[in-house]
């Protein structure tokens, strides 16, 4: 008589989450990345000191800095989560030889 194989295991479903709010928040943060890079400086106030006469312009867009911190972590989020799936793939079990399971123990 044979013995039945078990069922492959199942990833909890809490990976899975934790898995697409990686990508998610990944993806937003690249994309915020991107909109605060491209942004025109095209909105503000405008103040005229009329002592001094000099103009104030104040700046609209985030530091160029943040925004390479905004698109280093996003893909360092997505990058994770997709090594993560890679490192989770099961290969494929090998054939046992013909014979192997048969043999009685002992």
């Known amino acids: 008589m044979t013995t039945p194989t078990p069922p492959e295991p199942r990833r909890p479903v809490s990976a899975r989450a934790v898995l697409v709010a990686l990508v998610v928040v990944g993806l937003a943060l690249l994309a915020a990345a991107v909109w605060s890079g491209t942004r025109p400086v095209t909105y503000g106030w405008f103040a005229y000191a009329p002592l001094s006469e000099t103009t104030y312009v104040p700046n609209a867009g985030l530091a160029p800095g943040t925004t390479a911190l905004l698109a280093g972590l996003g893909a360092l989020l997505v990058g994770g989560a997709a090594g993560f799936v890679v490192g989770r ?10 014979g192997e399971d048969d043999a009685p123990a002992g």
Request: proline share 20%; aromatic share 0%.
């Open 89 to 98: 793939r099961s290969l494929p079990a090998a054939p046992a030889a013909a």
